[in-house]
Nanobody, 128 residues
Framework: DVQLQASGGGLVQTGGSLTLSCVASGFNVDDYAIGWFRQAPGKEREGVSCFSRKDGSTFYTDSVKGRFTISSDSAKNTVYLQMNKLEPEDTAVYFC?????????????????????WGQGTLVTVSS
């Protein structure tokens, strides 16, 4: 049974940092496409960062480049999103998604429709 458990959200001041974790069970994170998405109030879910297992590349949406870093720990079967220099515009519920199809590039996995499995989300609030 594929499950994802996202955690690590919280309230932080502008300029602060948080690390989100996505713990996977029922599959090996190295064998799946994994992505982080976020959804702010009144907005659509957007891709924040993801891996492409096909070519080893990573995707970051423009607004987080240079501030966020995606990584994984095979031993812990966990994918992380390190978020630095947080801004109020980063306030959202953050979700991790996973999919067993790893045949595509990063542009594909930056899209919500690429994923069959989702965690429950973790709320990040950045105060100004």
């Amino acid at each position: 049974d594929v499950q994802l458990q996202a955690s690590g959200g919280g309230l932080v001041q502008t300029g602060g940092s948080l690390t989100l974790s996505c713990v996977a069970s029922g599959f090996n994170v190295d064998d799946y496409a994994i992505g982080w998405f976020r959804q702010a109030p009144g907005k659509e879910r957007e891709g924040v960062s993801c891996f492409s297992r096909k070519d080893g590349s990573t995707f970051y949406t423009d607004s987080v480049k240079g501030r966020f870093t995606i990584s994984s720990d095979s031993a812990k079967n966990t994918v992380y999103l390190q978020m630095n220099k947080l801004e109020p515009e980063d306030t959202a519920v953050y979700f991790c998604g996973a999919d067993p199809d790893t045949a595509y590039g990063q542009s594909y996995y930056s899209m919500e429709g690429a994923y069959d499995y989702w965690g429950q989300g973790t709320l990040v609030t950045v105060s100004s």
